[in-house]
Structure formats: structure tokens, C-alpha cells
């Protein structure tokens, strides 16, 4: 549904055209355990102690994980930036992000728009010197385990993808950014991660996926095409990547975190090839967790064929730029997973959300979406507060509790993790949700 005007939202500055840089040859994914050896020798310790989380989930009972997503805003206006802000403890913002993460304790989370930087160098220095420092009086967050690969974000296409006569820039490029790897992500864990059976949808083409709903150049007679055959053939669906990541709990069956960061649906023409694309960037984990016949048209990086097998337990989560009733998205996009027979909604909340709507006004006063749903706060000409982050976990999966983290200005923490913009931290709000996983052997 459409029910606002198509506007930008103030957070991307479609700045000045800038120079990409080349991209190097593809680069292998990398994930790590923390100290040496196969990583299990820290968790009796982990276990044991832990940190004390702030909602009474704790580390006795692994069977319980708290899964979250956080778009932290920890992307940089040119490469190198983020690694330089990270290579000391000094960054308020990167500090305020990290105390948002130690405040709500995730055993397992993505942080959405996080520059991709070769060899995990920027995640372990996020890690290292922020998650791992204690911020402001909030305990310090071990995360043995991380996973991060390439972004198709400002990698160069080649091609005119925007038709406005020149080839480069933004949004020219793979995904929109303006040096590769722009927008990341990073998934951090408390628990192993299963390296080798990481899937990666990086390369998958938007032609692959049948019915795609490609865009139109209406000043042509033919159906679909504001990408030409050429483009079509290099041109990938995921505007980041799609991973993959099975999570190991021990004693418990995976766990695969699902996670991506579609394009917002603004930042195009009537052709709406961004509201499109992020339709079909949602719809990608709708026929993945389907699974069967729905998912055979899906090939990951290394050739691998298929989605989800029924048994198989699973978390969605990213920022998927859609909200289920208002804003720009393109045909409903994320009903896709809020009404998927397979995927359960735990419609998290906060107080902070329905206090923001009401301080904020404008688009947020003809709404008809829940405020206390809402996990971004966008500018309020257009679109307004929106639900944009989610944890969707399988229906297999008991909920025991779950929240948006976006406590009211009455909160001491408000100002430093929260405000009002122009935000100390994003202007997305971290979101959590606690599950029951399965027993290993349950089939
Ligand atoms: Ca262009
Ligand atoms: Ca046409
Ligand atoms: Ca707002
Ligand atoms: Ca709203």
C-alpha cells in the first residue's frame, strides 16, 4: 500500500556523485571464533558467569536465545572512515551504539548498516574496542563469534541502472553506496556459528526469481524493461547480500539467522524499481523458509540449490525498509513474512515508539499502522515513523518475550542512546526477541 508520497527520508544523503573506487577480486566471507583453538573453551566460562541480562534472561538456560537486529547507523561517508573511527575507543557514537547493544544483552545479533571491510577488520575492531569495553556503566558484551562478507553496496554494475545518461555513482552501482561495501552488515554471536554451512545469496540475479517483479521504462512498449537484457544479466537481486547463518547452540538444534537489509522503496521514479526491488528482497526469505518447490529456483554463491527443509528451525532479521501499513512499499511487501504460514509476528514494542509519533506529529497523525510498533524514526513530512526492523522467528519457535529497545524521554539513557534528531546514535531502534530453540535431537 501507498499511502504517503513518495519523498526521501532524511537519513541517506543522496549526497554529490562521488568517484567509486574499483573493487578488488571477490573476497572470501569470513567468521571467526575469538581466541584460538575450536572455540569451545570459553563457553563453560561464558555460561557460567555471564553477564546478568537486563530483562532476567539469562545464560542457565541456553535452550532460551535472544535474537536482535539493530540498523546502528556504523556506516562512514568514505572507505577507510569506519575502521579509522573504530581503531580507538573515542567514537561517541560508535560507543552509544555499542551501549545499546550491551543494554539489551542479545545473544545473537545483526547490525545492519555496518561498512564491509576485508578480513573482519572493522567488526573485530567494533567488537574489540566498543562491545567488549564497558559503555556508560553498562557491562561489557563477549561476542566469541562474528560472521561478515561482502556488501553488494557500491560495488560498480557498469551499467546506466538509473538511466539518467551516465554510467557511476550510487546508484549505478550493485546496491546503492558510494564505495564498496557501504551499508553493510555484521552478525555477531554468543554462540558458534556454523561456518561451513553459511549460505550466501550475494550473486543471486533478480531475473532468477520467477515472477520477478521487475520494473517498467513506461516510455517503451515493452513490459519490463527499464533494465535492458544486459543489465538483466548481471543484475543482483540482494541490494546488500542474503546470508544464511546457522547458529549452534550446544545441545540445541540450529537456529539459521536469516538475515539482509533490503533498499527503501523511495529513491527512484514511477518505474518504483527500489519499492520492486524490496519486494522481491523480502519475498527471497518468504520462498526460502517455504522451502519445497517455492524455494528450487534459489542458487547461493557456491552453487547450492534450494531453501529451508521442513525441520529446519529459523529467526528472520534486518531492517526490511517495510512497514506493514504505512509508508511507500510496493504491493505489501512485508506481508510476505508477517503473514507467511511458517513465520510468527511477536509484534515487539516500546513505550519511546507511541511517545516519538506523538512529539514528532505530521505523517505520523494519519497513520494507521500501531505507533508502539514503530522501530524508525524517519522524518515526518514523509514518510513518518515506521515498523522497518524485524525479528521473525519460525513458528516452531516459542516466543517468551520480546520488545523494541526505545524507552520514553523520561528514561536517563534517552538522550545519549535515543533523543531526537539529528539522533546520537540512528534513527533505527534495536529490536529483540527471545525464543525457546529446539532440542538437538527433535526431528
Ligand atoms: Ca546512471
Ligand atoms: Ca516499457
Ligand atoms: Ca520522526
Ligand atoms: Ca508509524
Known sequence: MRTSPRTRPARLALAAVATLAVTTAASTAVTVPAAAGAGSGGHGHRHGHGHGHGHGHGHANPSEVRFATFNASLNRNAAGQLVADLSTTGNAQAARAAETIQRTDPDVVLVNEFDFVEDGVAAELFRDNYLAVGQNGAAPVDYPYYYVAPSNTGVPSGFDLNNNGVVGGGDD??????????????????????????????????????????????????????????????????????????????????VHFLVSHPTPPTFDGTEDRNGRRNHDEIRFWADYVAGGKRASYIYDDEGGTGGLGRGQDFVVAGDQNADPFDGDSYDDAILQLLDHPRVRDPHPTSAGAVEAATRDGGANLTHTGPAAEDTADFADGAPGNLRADYVLPSKRLAVRDSAVYWPTSADPLFPRLVGTFPFPVSDHRLVWVDVRTGRAHRR
Request: proline content about 11%; aromatic content about 16%; glycine content about 8%.
Open 173 to 254: 552501482a550493485f546496491g546503492f553506496g558510494v564505495f564498496p561495501g557501504q551499508y553493510g552488515m555484521v552478525v555477531y554471536s554468543k554462540y558458534p556459528i556454523a561456518t561451513d554451512e553459511v549460505r550466501t545469496f550475494q550473486e543471486f540475479l533478480w531475473k532468477d526469481m520467477p515472477g520477478a517483479v521487475l520494473p517498467d521504462d513506461a516510455t517503451t512498449p515493452e513490459p519490463a524493461d527499464w533494465y535492458s537484457e544486459e543489465e538483466l544479466d548481471v543484475f543482483r537481486l540482494s541490494s546488500k547480500s542474503h546470508w544464511d547463518v546457522p547458529i549452534e547452540v550446544p545441545g540445541r538444534k540450529p
